[in-house]
């Protein structure tokens, strides 16, 4: 069984007799695989401890010196991504092709982060007032923490720490207790990549690790990817210690079918959306807005496709893995039981023919659904797709806008015109035309809106920038004798 521990100061720090402990499992087996340190107060502080004392040397590394490294580092991920694909559907149950589809998405950050020479760049005004010149700085915050989820092992941390680390900032990594191992790996990458010990830590742990974050006086900025209670306990718990904190929630999120949509991609569409990763994606579609006109026959081609669906080990690449554990495979079950109850239309049921070892369910499709049902008011995180039918594109639209979660959405439709619409009146933060899951390419900023986003800055692109540093305006005056001496008034523009 492996013995999974933190990554602090360049090398692996060993639980302690006292140190609790954490199982980790394979999904596909149930198997214990292995046993993760769970940090207490003091570990963390000294993770926190490293990152500090490294800062100020990483932040005056040139800006030359630090570029090299990340190119380094993406060449190594690049080269070795199978390595890291393979770690994570072991321990997070995803299909291999899948785990290195997440890896790609994280690599498309660090790209975007090779390129912190040019967006790192301030800007310059001369003479603003008479001989006196302003330009602005874009300095690192100092120690950024991350406490991602479960469900992008390798993905999530990705968003954060190219970015912060380009800038010139110092990283404690928090990753998910239950899939740990591709942060250690990651961390490994780095080391060979020729990062300083210190720059990039990882503490493994629970709740408690995460307090000691929150309310670290050395810690600048947080940033959470998870469900939306914890988000919003981060926001409010880092934010009242004057920390910046990004903190990226839950989801539920909405595909609006159109009549006159083409039915085959729209159901293909749904089927992938619905029930890639298990469900287990921010980004899964799980409720499809049918039209009442064409929902019947959107129902069928859906059904249809399903039923086709292979479910199994995800290192054998069949089309869906695993749910993440036990336990959460029983709450999913436990949703499929009251949505049945509460009287939606069970089309295809998951709990039927699930292989007896590892967390399985099949994919289940529920159809009739109403918005008081709990298996559309809450995030399931699983296979489960309900079908709720609407008159039209205004009731479908306000159905999504009444929604308290606003991560993604999309509208399938041949109209150009309702396409522009829904992009313009939809209340959510990411949204997809013909495309079921808009996650946006890395130099834009990935977010949602309401409850699915606390704070106001996003995970990558230039918003990423922006919250991994301070920006500063200098107003200067140039050497010129006849502007000398004191001048205690209010600075004006003269
Ligand atoms: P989670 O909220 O249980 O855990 C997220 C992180 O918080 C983990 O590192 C965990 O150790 C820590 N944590 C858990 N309970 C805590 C507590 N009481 N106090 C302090 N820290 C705690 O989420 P999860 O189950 O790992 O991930 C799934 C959730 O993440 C889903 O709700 C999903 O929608 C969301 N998610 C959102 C996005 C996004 O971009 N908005 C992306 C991926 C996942």
Redesign the pocket.
Known sequence: MAAISHWINGRTVPAGPDTRLGEVTNPATGEVTGEVALADAATTEGAIRAATEAFPGWRDTSLAKRTAILFAFRELLNARKQELAEIITAEHGKVLSDALGEIARGQEVVEFACGIAGLLKGGFSENVSTTVDVHSLRQPLGVSAI??????PAM?PMWFFPVAIAAGNTVVL?????DPSAANWLAALWQEAGLPDGVFNVVH???AA??TILTSPDVASVS????????K??YETGTATGKRVQA????KNHMLVLPDSDLDLAADAAVNAGYGAAG????AISVVVAVEQIADELVEKIAERTRTLRVGDGATEPDMGPLITAAHRDKVAGYIDAGAEAGATVVLDGRDDVPADGFFLNPTLFDHVSPDMSIYTD?I?GPVLSVVRVPGYDEGLELINANPYG?GTAIFTNDGGAARRFEREVEVGMVGVNVPIPVPVGWYS???WKN??FGDTH?YGEEGVHFFTRGKVVTSRWLDPSHGGLNLGFPTHD
Do not use: Q, W
Not at 224 to 231: K, R
């Open positions: 406490i991602s989820p479960f469900n992008f999530v928090k990753p998910s207790e239950k742990g629970d709740k995460v307090d959470f990817v998870g469900s939306t209670p914890i988000a306990y981060v990226l929630g839950g989801a287990e994606r921010c980004m995030e995180f991560n990935f977010g949602g699915s986003l995970a």
